[in-house]
């Protein structure tokens, strides 16, 4: 378990970023992906590429563009900094400190194969 900036420092040492969802396909594809590799009793909570930390409003931490969002009713809270996680059980968003430790798994860029 980690904090935002480590577990995002530690994704980008291996070339990648915490994950980045744009549309529900692959909040599924995250949820899923977090399931099988940190099982159901993990807290229930990963850490998602998505604050509020740099600029007004959340952004992703890949610079992808913010299209989708799951948030849990009553999300997000924004009069603090705060940082966006998944409910591994359920895949909607809540926001948590920065501050906050959770599980985290990181999105890796595709590397295309030719033959």
Not at 13 to 21: E, Q, R, T, Y
Not at 36 to 53: D, V
Not at 88 to 104: E, I, K, M, R, Y
């Amino acid at each position: 378990m980690m904090v935002y900036r480590d577990a995002e420092e530690q994704c980008m040492k291996i070339g990648g970023h915490l994950p980045s969802i744009s549309n529900a396909f692959q909040n599924a594809a995250v949820q899923d992906a977090a399931i099988k590799l940190l099982g159901k009793n993990t807290g229930g909570k990963l850490i998602l590429g998505y604050s509020n930390l740099m600029m007004y409003g959340f952004t992703w931490s890949d610079g992808n563009p913010s299209w989708y969002t799951n948030w849990a009713p009553g999300e997000p809270v924004t009069v603090v900094p705060g940082v966006a996680w998944m409910d591994v059980l359920t895949g909607v968003w809540n926001t948590a400190a920065p501050t906050a430790a959770s599980n985290f798994i990181c999105e890796l860029p595709s590397i295309p194969i030719s033959c």
